[in-house]
């Protein structure tokens, strides 16, 4: 079955505290990204990767690294995770970045305290 | 910058009632557009998109949108709504300039009364 998988899918943590979150697909898109979610404000692009060590900032890239070592991985990273982070976030993964679907996985909320 | 207004936050109809769900954007060049529907506690899923041709694009579950250039809109319709359209409706547009970022509306809640 075609599939983006995140992991966790909640998360609860502290100010400062390093977390990743994985988000993995096995339709060999090239094109993966990740979304925040948060009230009145949709969907904002955080990072995108065209391809295997391709990745560029979105519109709110401010604390948050991502790696793209593997075609099928995208992880996002909160070096220092602080409260204005809590969201919910989205991987999302297509094989044309323009003109395809995109493909999004469940969500990983997350609060940070 | 382009932007993607979705003016409609919160939409509240009765079964069997018409649907119609606004969205305009500000790119004066070509775009992709797309609508993607969250159902309650379920991840994002494409409705339908329009790249090109017929602007009355039809999608899936009895949903479609029409493209209108001159007005920049591309607004989600549905003749009959069930208590199963219960769901949050995001538009959004690629523009050909920048191939690699799809901006997102601020979505619009729509809740269905049985």
């Known amino acids: 079955e075609a599939q983006v998988t995140q992991n966790p899918r909640y998360l609860i943590t502290v100010t400062g505290k390093k977390l990743t979150v994985t988000c993995s697909q096995n339709?060999?898109?090239?094109?993966m990204s990740w979304y925040r979610q948060d009230p009145g404000l949709g969907l904002r692009q955080i990072y995108y990767s065209m391809n295997v060590e391709v990745t560029d900032k979105g519109d709110v890239p401010e604390g948050y690294k991502v790696s793209r070592k593997e075609k099928r991985n995208f992880p996002l990273i909160l070096e220092s995770p602080s409260p204005n982070q809590t969201s919910l976030y989205f991987c999302?993964?297509?094989?044309?970045?323009?003109?395809?679907?995109?493909?999004f996985g469940p969500g990983t909320r997350l609060t940070v305290l | 910058a382009q932007s993607v207004s979705q003016h409609n936050h919160h939409v509240i109809l009765s079964e069997a009632a018409s649907l119609e769900l606004g969205c305009n954007y500000s790119y004066g060049g070509t775009v992709n557009l797309f609508w993607y529907v969250q159902y309650p506690g379920q991840h994002l899923q494409l409705l339908l998109k329009?790249?090109?041709?017929?602007?009355l694009v039809k999608g899936i579950k009895g949903f479609e949108a029409e493209f209108i250039k001159s007005k920049f809109s591309f607004n989600l319709r549905k003749p009959s709504v069930q208590w199963s359209d219960t769901a949050e409706y995001f538009c959004a547009v690629n523009a050909y300039s920048s191939a690699s970022k799809i901006i997102f509306g601020s979505g619009t809640r729509l809740s269905i009364r049985p």
């Open positions: 329009y790249f090109s041709g017929d602007p």
């Open positions: 999302a993964s297509t094989q044309d970045r323009g003109t395809d679907t995109q493909y």
């Open positions: 339709m060999n898109h090239e094109y």
